[in-house]
């Protein structure tokens, strides 16, 4: 069974850091794309960061480059997302997903495997 499971999500205050994991079963990550997607009401789904598999090459979207930073854990086969300096606008609910395709570009439709989401709310 294919599975996606994140974490990290809370409350957080303009101008905190959180650190989303993806814990991955059923795949392992060094031989799929892993990449974060999120989601916030009335908007649609945007693809945040990647990573690709065995060299781990990482792409970021431009509204969160400099701000967020994926990265790998091979050994816990496990998918993070550092997320500094948040904004009210980076609240969403953010997915963790796995594709054992190319997927060089952040298009969901390239992905097969999902988490259910974390929820990242970034308030005063």
């Known amino acids: 069974q294919l599975q996606c499971v994140e974490s990290g999500g809370a409350l957080v205050q303009p101008g905190g850091s959180l650190r989303l994991s993806c814990l991955a079963s059923g795949v392992t990550l060094i031989n799929y794309y892993s990449a974060w997607f999120r989601q916030a009401p009335g908007k649609l789904r945007e693809g945040v960061s990647r990573i690709s598999g065995l060299v781990g090459s990482t792409y970021c979207a431009d509204s969160v480059k400099g701000q967020f930073t994926i990265g790998r854990n091979n050994d816990k086969n496990t998918v993070f997302l550092q997320m500094n300096n948040l904004e009210p606008d980076d609240t969403a609910l953010y997915y963790c997903?796995?594709?054992?395709?190319?997927?060089?570009?952040?298009?969901?439709?390239?992905?097969?495997?999902w988490g259910q989401g974390t929820q990242v709310t970034v308030s005063a």
């Open positions: 997903a796995a594709s054992p395709f190319t997927a060089d570009v952040l298009d969901p439709a390239l992905y097969q495997t």
